[in-house]
C-alpha cells in the first residue's frame, strides 16, 4: 500500500525528468526545428501509402507543403491486375485526401515498377492500363520505372514506359538499381536518350558519389534520397552540395514501409545551414528544383502550396473521413491526454 503510495507520488516527478535531461531534450527540438524556421520544403519522393497520420502531421509541422508519391513495389509481389489498378486509384484518390487534410499538395507519378515487371504476364496488362492514369489531374511525371536487376524484362518494360512518357509530355522519374548502381544508372540514361528524350526531362533518382557527376554532366536532374542505411546519409549530402552545387540537384526521403525518415528533407536542410550551405543553394535543393523539373508536366501550381489553406480534417472522400467514431477535428499533438 505504502509502496505503491510512493510510486505514484514519485512518478510524476520522474516523468517530468530531471531538469537537464529536459533541457537536453528541448534543445533537442529545439535545434533541428530553428534552423528552418519560415522554410518550406518540397518531397518529390515519398511513399505516404506506407505511413500513418502522426508522419503527415511531422511534415506539416516541419515545413514540408507538397510531395510527390511515386507509384512502388509495395514490399509484397501483386498478383493480379485489379490491386495495381486499386493502388494507381489510391495515389490520386485517398491518399491525395488524406495528405489535404494536413494541408499538404500530394501528387504523384505513375509506372510500373522494376521488380514487377520481371512478372511480363502481369505487365503486359498494367501496361494496358497505365495511360488510363497518366492522364489525370495531379500525375506528374512516369515513375518510378527503370532498373533493379537489370534484366531482359525490366529493359523492355522500362523502354514502353519511356515511350508512354514521350507521348503524355509527362517528366520521368528513374529508379536506380542498390546492386551495381553505376552501371546501372549509366545504362538508365543511355536508354533513355536513345529513346530521343531530353534530359531535362528525367530525373535519376538514389544518387551517390559515384555517379552524381556522370548524371549531372549529361544534363539530368540528380535526385538523392536521404535513407539510412542503405542510401545515403545527410552528412555525405552536404558534402555532394558543397562539392557540386545546387544546380540540377534535389534530395527527398524516399520514406516507404522501412526503416526510414519522412522528415529527412528538413533534417538536411537543418544541417546543410548548420555546415554553411548558402540559403539559396537549401532552397533550390529542398524546394525549387524538385518544383521545376516535375512543372514540366503542366500539372504544378505553386500558388496551390505556398498560400496556406484553410484544413478542415470534416472533410470527406467518397464519404470517408480520416477521423474515426465522432473524433473532433485537428486534435493538439502536444496533449497527453489522448481522446
Ligand atoms: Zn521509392
Given at each position: 500500500m505504502c509502496l505503491n503510495h510512493d510510486n505514484i507520488q514519485q512518478n510524476p516527478s520522474h516523468f517530468e525528468g530531471s531538469p537537464q535531461e529536459l533541457a537536453l531534450a528541448t534543445n533537442v527540438q529545439e535545434n533541428f526545428m530553428d534552423y528552418i524556421k519560415d522554410l518550406k520544403f518540397f518531397d518529390?519522393?515519398?511513399?505516404?501509402?506506407?505511413?500513418t497520420t502522426d508522419d503527415y502531421q511531422a511534415l506539416a509541422d516541419a515545413g514540408v507543403v507538397a510531395i510527390i508519391e511515386p507509384a512502388f513495389w509495395l514490399g509484397q509481389p501483386r498478383t493480379g491486375l485489379a490491386t495495381f489498378k486499386d493502388y494507381y486509384s489510391s495515389l490520386i484518390g485517398w491518399e491525395r485526401f488524406r495528405s489535404s487534410q494536413f494541408g499538404i499538395k500530394h501528387y504523384c507519378t505513375i509506372g510500373l515498377n522494376s521488380r514487377e515487371a520481371n512478372n511480363e504476364a502481369l505487365a503486359e496488362q498494367v501496361m494496358e492500363i497505365l495511360p488510363l492514369y497518366l492522364?489525370?489531374?495531379?500525375?506528374?511525371?512516369?515513375?518510378?520505372i527503370g532498373f533493379d536487376d537489370q534484366t531482359a524484362a525490366e529493359e523492355k518494360y522500362y523502354r514502353l514506359q519511356l515511350e508512354l512518357a514521350k507521348e503524355a509530355g509527362l517528366p520521368v522519374q528513374i529508379h536506380t538499381p542498390h546492386r551495381d548502381k553505376k552501371k546501372g544508372t549509366e545504362r538508365s540514361m543511355a536508354i533513355a536518350l536513345e529513346h530521343g528524350i531530353?534530359?531535362?526531362?528525367v530525373i535519376i533518382d538514389h544518387n551517390n558519389e559515384e555517379t552524381v557527376k556522370s548524371v549531372l554532366d549529361q544534363g539530368f536532374w540528380a535526385a538523392f534520397t536521404i535513407y539510412p542505411f542503405t542510401k545515403m546519409g545527410n552528412e555525405r549530402m552536404v558534402e555532394i552540395v558543397k562539392q557540386?552545387?545546387?544546380?540540377?540537384i534535389m534530395i527527398n526521403?524516399?520514406?516507404?514501409?522501412?526503416?526510414?525518415?519522412?522528415l529527412a528533407v528538413p533534417k538536411t536542410a537543418a544541417l546543410m545551414k548548420i555546415k554553411g550551405i548558402s540559403s539559396e543553394d537549401i532552397h533550390m535543393v529542398t524546394y525549387k528544383n524538385a518544383i521545376d523539373a516535375f512543372a514540366q508536366s503542366g500539372q504544378i501550381k505553386v500558388e496551390d502550396f505556398e498560400n496556406p489553406q484553410e484544413i478542415d480534417q470534416s472533410q470527406t472522400f467518397n464519404g470517408n473521413t480520416?477521423?474515426?467514431?465522432g473524433q473532433q477535428p485537428r486534435i493538439d499533438k502536444n496533449a497527453i491526454v489522448i481522446r
Open positions: 518529390p519522393h515519398i511513399h505516404m501509402t506506407s505511413r492522364y489525370k489531374e495531379g500525375v506528374v511525371g512516369v515513375g518510378e531530353d534530359p531535362g526531362m557540386y552545387g545546387s544546380k540540377q526521403s524516399a520514406a516507404d514501409w522501412g526503416i526510414s525518415d519522412p480520416i477521423l474515426r467514431g
